[in-house]
């Protein structure tokens, strides 16, 4: 039986594209480890940026017992996140009752300019890695499968990640297949455990769990380069990126004058935790700086040591101190408590008790983290001088913030407890009339200050109109 040339060429067009899709369907490796990740960075020809999407992912999943995950973001709208239709067949069919979403976007869509939303964090807009600047901009993304509801947290069935073809590809906004990977449950959990939490593991805990070849001298170069609370992140990247040159270079351009968690080496500072030695400055009575210290070794204690606050870890000299005589205690200083204090182990000598040479230090002072208002807005409670103030960042190109928060105020707390109307009777103000202070960059940045002195569980909640709450702060520690 003989076939025309166009029955032919339309049966071979059908061949190639059931192949196609067949091809396309395929059983994606799954990524269940640590060991994985290294494995395949070492493989492939990933953008640096990926490992910071998998570490923000992982910590803004809820995993229980059963390793069941839910997603608590709207994949709709909230960090950059959008419908993904699978129309060129990357992935298998969604199953009944869910539908896939892309998340990743750092890039903001034109004419989004106030977007109702959640952003993504500063370490995921702006990681330090400086490769990330040159190459491989914006092409990672994470795809989720998720429940179709709107309401409440959404129960995930699959994530997968992957990268946008390379521009001179010519393959348009399509995924790369050969650059697409399931991620497990364990691998989520895993990367959990590198969170900037307080109660995370130890740098030495996660090192020898992951990679024994870091020494304590390495370890405290980490520290010196991503800065304490991005630490852990620093450590992953070293595990898992073996091979790559310029890794630990320091972004210079600071996007938050009073949030910039980049570190710039400036000597070789020795960290105390790396020494399994505990030194904090806390909150004390009366709005004071109180330094806490624990596990500082005896020996070191009978060849003289003083605790010492200095006002940052830039500072080069302070009179405020105290010689120690046991391996734990604390100091109840007369300096009113700011962001930035930092307590040092010193050693000292003589009748006089001079100070000497410095042992180690302990982390800067911080006050608790903001939090999303709004796409373009956020909430922070902050102390200056012992006194409880809220500070606001508003994204500088969202000139009508003052019309949408017209009616908007923020109140201080005594506990995450307390009804809407239970705040502190005074200590309140209308958003619109916190006073401008220092600019950020990409931010505005407007503060008010009460008259309250910090202790342990205030709280400031931002009310979007009446008693509406629309963001509350962590409890002060």
Not at 374 to 383: R, S
Request: with cysteine; hydrophobic share 35%; aromatic share 12%.
């Amino acid at each position: 039986m003989k076939w025309s040339r166009g029955v032919r060429v339309s049966c071979l067009l059908t061949l190639v594209t059931l192949v196609a899709v067949v091809c396309s369907q395929q059983d994606y490796e799954e990524l269940n480890s640590i060991d994985d990740l290294k494995r395949v960075f070492s493989e492939k020809s990933f953008p640096l940026h990926s490992l910071i999407l998998l570490h923000w992912f992982a910590n803004n999943v809820d995993i229980d017992n059963n390793n069941v995950v839910r997603v608590g973001f709207n994949p709709q709208a909230d960090f950059g996140s959008h419908f993904y239709g699978n129309y060129d067949n990357l992935l298998p069919s969604a199953p009944s009752g869910f539908q896939y979403f892309t998340v990743g976007n750092v890039n903001r869509p034109r004419g989004d300019i106030c977007p109702i939303s959640q952003s993504f964090p500063e370490y995921v807009l702006y990681p330090h890695v400086i490769e990330y600047a040159a190459t491989g901009r914006n092409r990672d993304r994470i795809i989720i499968s998720v429940q179709r509801q709107n309401y409440g947290p959404r129960r995930l069935d699959q994530a997968y990640l992957t990268q946008h073809f390379r521009r001179q590809d010519n393959q348009g906004s399509r995924y790369d297949p050969q650059h697409t990977f399931l991620i497990s449950p364990n691998l989520l959990q895993q990367l959990r455990l590198f969170s900037f939490n307080d109660n995370s593991p130890s740098l030495q805990e996660l090192r020898d769990r992951f990679n024994q070849n870091i020494d304590d001298n390495q370890l405290n170069d980490i520290i010196n380069l991503w800065g304490p609370d991005q630490a852990p992140l620093g450590l992953l990247f070293s595990i898992v990126i073996r091979d790559r040159t310029n890794l630990f270079g320091v972004c210079s351009t600071s996007r938050r004058w009073n949030r910039d968690l980049a570190v710039k080496k400036t000597g070789e500072w020795k960290y105390c935790e790396l020494q399994q030695i505990h030194l904090d400055v806390i909150t004390g009575g009366n709005g004071k700086a109180t330094i806490l210290w624990r596990n500082v070794p005896m020996q070191q204690i009978n060849n003289g040591a003083a605790v010492v606050l200095f006002k940052n870890q830039m500072d080069k000299a302070s009179n405020i101190y105290t010689k120690i005589k046991s391996s734990e205690g604390s100091f109840v200083t007369s300096v009113s408590l700011n962001e930035g204090l930092q307590a040092r182990l010193h050693k000292v000598q003589g009748y006089w008790e001079t100070l000497k040479e410095e042992i180690c230090r302990g982390k800067e002072f911080q006050s608790p983290h903001v939090v999303s208002v709004t796409g373009y807005a956020e909430l922070q409670l902050f102390v200056r001088d012992g006194k409880g103030c809220f500070r606001l960042y508003i994204k500088e190109d969202c000139s009508g913030w003052k019309s949408d928060f017209s009616e908007s105020w923020v109140g201080l707390y005594t506990s995450a407890g307390k009804d809407p109307e239970d705040f502190l009777s005074g200590q309140w103000q209308w958003a619109i009339k916190f006073q401008e202070a220092q600019d950020s960059g990409e931010y505005q940045t407007f503060e008010y200050c009460t008259s309250t002195t910090v202790i342990p569980g205030l709280q400031a909640r931002f009310m979007i109109e009446n008693y509406n709450e629309k963001a509350r702060t962590p409890m002060w520690r």
